[in-house]
């Protein structure tokens, strides 16, 4: 029994087996109900038409998303109720129940836009005082708004994807001539995102109450990094080539409704924003546990693996509504499926850094692994997996994992 | 007889009339050649069959461009050989014949992701010179790869579409605190773009003879700016809600084919670029004039237009073939209806400059208008075309037109 995917969860995915097409599942422990059979049920019928039921056959859960949230809401809420009512239970159809070991998982839905935020004040600490100046690590603009950028929908790729190391041009240290070549400091980065779920138009300010509506679902996101590449490309319009060789994603998508017992304060913010960024809800912010496991391809299973960050979603200064309030403020619409990630998850600790740039210092400071190797960026072989729950027991909330390994 | 959409052009748009779903159409003329209906004709038996056919009653040309070069190139020429023989064209079905005063353009393509280049010397010297160091205006990166970076997709809009006055938040000169109002700083970018014809796969670098191969047409491109918002937001990640707000596209997209004749030699590249930059098209540039309108909504039509602007596509530095070959040098994989913009096309002169940035210098210098009027910035009720076109008469290939008009 997955210890993620409790009746308190159920995320939704795409997944297919050696005897179906891409369609929509929900991660139920060990197992994946396959929701284009479980929706002939006859107590969908209440609030599903048979057209919109075609939404579970659909290679992403774009079509799903746009029924809207009452419907994400009521998919739910009559899972659960089957799931814990033997008597319902055994009314779902046994074979809509796939065993997760014989499915493969996909990309969860269409991304239309990808930005990345630079959200948590930690890491942007930690680079500024890297790359800029200790004394003013942050930029002036950073307590004032929710810096991000945009990024790139066609390399996302869905976890367990390999991932290439990529070439490109760079400017070593000390030298006068950029050169060409594979990059020397590639790194992952500790993020979270989040899954538009209802379109606004082209012109519409969201406010942060408009949270709840526009917001289908979270997943766990790895902004993989060439940081010599990115360094010497990034002035001065942002990051790019350093960046679009590939992102990591994990396939389900565990819903806003599921993480709301796990709504927390936000992040004292200091000044005061501006009155279109300020938050109405209290509990802005999410208690996440997130953790990074690398796994060098040296070295027996157990200890070839070691955590090397423990950190959390609510060291995260911008709040989520305050990132898409922020997005929408000069009317950019959104739409279903876009993606908005949170960049690195640092918190104050160094045990909770969410990149080998500032766990090893920008290359200084080795990390030392459990099985007696060091690493300052991630070498060929290596495995780096984020993982990330809230909560308990019956009551945990999991993301599963994402995972990648580089390729030479 | 509109002077663009000569025989020797044919560019493809999607378009509907009042009877009429958006399909795909060809401009010819002051007519557009509805080819879910003249697909029909037999000729286009001989190397469609009519699932690929269905391709031309798609919403956008993404499907089209999909069925391959072979097929975009055949298509143009079956058309100017029935246009140019009468009893090949009496074939063609009339009604397949629509009059452009009664078609409504749409966004030719479903646009995967859009990336803005930055490859125009005299642009980036000149904003260089304002915003950071008059003595080295260019960073140390800009001679050596074509810096670009990735802008937001679900605001590109077609030709013709109002763009609303975005707020958001900005830090006037001389302030201790930023501000949040409607821009105040409010311009237009003449650009180019190049519409992505084939995919590759993700971990595949394509060269700069993989160009023909992989590229549809092109289009012209407004990449509005607010600038006082970009100017706040941009350290160190790039633009973002300074151009998010909307972006304006042609609605005819012109076939490379189309555009053969007028190549020329590239840009005098010093340092000579890394190898895998390096050209081996001994014309790598185009050479399309390139023309900015300013029409204020004082005065009567024709003293309210004010041609501000002429450029030209030859006054990139960067070539698109080395723009596509950096794009991917990474791995990034590209999607047909990827867009590729050129970032502002400014040429040594200041009436050659393609922004009101460079044509006002950062508002120190107003621009007089035709009716006596000025501008540092764009005010509401201006409208803004770009038109562009290579070659003269009957061997004219032009681009119509993209404009916008500016509401508050």
């Known amino acids: 029994m997955h210890p993620d995917f409790t009746l308190h969860n159920l995320p939704f995915g795409i997944f297919n087996t050696v005897n179906s ?47 809207g949230r009452p419907v994400w809401r009521r998919v739910r809420e009559v899972l659960q109720l089957a799931l814990t009512k033997p008597t319902l239970q055994c009314q779902l159809p046994a074979h809509a129940f796939v065993p997760m070991a014989e499915a493969t998982m996909h990309l969860p839905v269409q991304i239309g836009d990808y930005t990345d935020f630079y959200s948590s004040i930690d890491h942007a600490t930690n680079v500024g005082k890297m790359f800029r100046d200790p004394a003013n690590a942050l ?4 307590r004032h708004l929710p810096v991000g950028y945009h990024g790139r929908a066609s390399s996302v790729v869905v976890s367990g994807t390999d991932i290439r190391r990529p070439s490109g041009q760079m400017m070593p240290k000390g030298a006068t001539q950029p050169v060409f070549g594979l990059s020397r400091r590639l790194d992952f980065e500790l993020e979270t995102a989040f899954i538009v779920g209802k379109d606004s138009p082209l012109g519409t300010a969201l406010t942060p109450a408009d949270f709840d509506e526009h917001v289908f679902g979270m997943v766990l996101f790895n902004d993989w990094s060439a940081r010599d590449i990115q360094q010497w490309e990034y002035v001065p319009l942002g990051p790019f080539l350093g960046k679009s060789f590939g992102s990591s994603m994990s396939p389900w998508v565990v819903t806003m409704e599921a993480l709301a017992p796990f709504r927390v304060p936000g992040y004292e913010q200091d000044p005061t924003p501006l009155p279109y960024l300020q938050e109405t809800n209290p509990l802005p912010n999410l208690d996440i546990n997130l953790e990074v496991v690398l796994a060098t391809s040296t070295g027996d299973a157990d200890s070839g693996q070691t955590v090397i960050s423990r950190s959390n979603q609510r060291f995260l200064y911008w709040s989520q509504a305050q990132q898409l309030t922020h997005h929408t403020v000069n009317g950019c619409n959104i739409r279903v499926g876009d993606l908005m990630a949170s960049g690195t998850i640092s918190g104050p600790e160094r045990s909770s850094w969410g990149s080998l740039l500032e766990l090893s210092w920008g ?24 993982r990330a729950w809230a909560g308990e027991g019956e009551h945990r909330i999991g993301f599963g994992e994402v995972t990648g390994r580089i390729v030479g």
């Open 21 to 67: 097409e891409p369609r929509v599942g929900v991660a139920f422990g060990d197992q994946i109900i396959d929701m284009a059979l479980a929706s002939n049920w006859a107590i969908f019928d209440d609030f599903l038409t048979n057209k919109q039921k075609e939404a579970f056959e659909q290679p992403f859960l774009n079509d799903f998303i746009r029924l």
């Open 363 to 386: 290359g200084a400071e080795p990390l030392a692994l459990a099985n007696g190797d060091t690493r300052t960026f991630l070498e060929d072989g290596d495995t780096v997996t984020f």
């Open 139 to 142: 930029l002036p603009n950073w």
